[in-house]
């Protein structure tokens, strides 16, 4: 079955860190654009990081610069977003997404996605919470 899955996904309090996980299966993640999105409940999905393809570019949200990190292993065909010095704003579910779009840098995908662009694969979800 081709999927995405996320896990990871918890309940912190503030200050806290935690990492999320995105597993590709019936494909390889090799030549595809990682994307992290969140929608907290009212809002809209905005994108939080990207990975271009070959993985030599990143793009963070301002929110979050500074606190998170994307990385890629591609030997188990899995995306990491770590996440520190949560707050209570990055309250949401995550997502992942993955594109076999050729995209130049990190920031072009995520940009290109939070304007509607088609992406092949979305994973479905994980919740993050962070509240004392």
């Known amino acids: 079955q081709v999927q995405l899955v996320e896990s990871g996904g918890d309940s912190v309090q503030p200050g806290g860190s935690m990492r999320l996980s995105c597993a590709a299966s019936?494909?390889?993640?090799?030549?595809?654009?990682i994307g992290w999105f969140r929608q907290a409940p009212g809002k809209e999905r905005e994108a939080v990081s990207c990975?271009?393809?070959?993985?030599?570019?990143?793009y963070y949200t301002d929110s979050v610069k500074g606190r998170f990190t994307i990385s890629r292993e591609n030997a188990k065909n899995t995306v990491y977003l770590q996440m520190h010095s949560l707050k209570p704003e990055d309250t949401a579910v995550y997502y992942c997404?993955?594109?076999?779009?050729?995209?130049?840098?990190?920031?072009?995908?995520?940009?290109?996605?939070?304007?509607?662009?088609?992406?092949?694969?979305w994973g479905q979800g994980t919740q993050v919470t962070v509240s004392s």
């Open positions: 997404t993955a594109d076999k779009y050729t995209y130049a840098t990190g920031q072009a995908m995520c940009l290109s996605l939070e304007l509607g662009a088609h992406s092949d694969y």
């Open positions: 019936g494909f390889s993640l090799d030549y595809y654009a």
């Open positions: 990975i271009n393809n070959n993985g030599d570019s990143t």
